[in-house]
């Protein structure tokens, strides 16, 4: 008897977590607020890798990231190769902000997104960015990081 209530409870469980797994998840608006969120959770989490002490962490976060286009990645690759870079890539500054960037606007056609956003490196200088991305499969991913005019 106990054998079979064990066996019961176990098909039970299975069918249950067969039904959850299969369950569709919500997907967020691919709106101007999420492609905003988007740009500035990716550029907070590249912040992070790069105050990291360790060696071309960096590199290893852009290569690893699901927030990012593959496209994005091979030219990160490819700046990050170029014996005479300057400055970072992402950022287009030798230095990290001393504050998040922070979306100020942001405009969405179709399945791409364009959100500018600023982050200050001392009190007096402004530093902005322009944030491409495209959708896809529901999540704004990074395709380009340029300087805003």
Not at 83 to 96: G, N, T
Not at 99 to 119: M, R
């Amino acid at each position: 008897m106990k054998s079979i209530l064990s066996l019961s409870l176990i098909v039970c469980s299975l069918f249950v977590g067969t039904i959850t797994a299969n369950a569709v998840m919500p997907v967020p608006p691919l709106d101007e607020k999420s492609a905003s969120a988007a740009a500035e959770t990716f550029l907070a989490d590249y912040l992070k890798s790069l105050a990291d002490k360790a060696p071309d962490k960096n590199v290893k976060f852009v290569a690893k990231t699901t927030l990012a286009t593959p496209e994005f990645k091979a030219a990160f690759k490819k700046a990050m190769a170029n014996k005479e870079l300057e400055s970072d890539p992402v950022i287009f500054a030798q230095d990290v902000p001393i504050t998040p960037f922070k979306a100020e606007s942001s405009k969405v056609k179709g399945d791409s997104a364009t959100v500018v956003v600023a982050a200050k490196y001392n009190p007096k200088e402004t530093s902005k960015l322009k944030v491409t991305l495209v959708a896809k499969d529901g999540h704004w991913l990074v395709s380009k990081v340029a300087k805003a005019k």
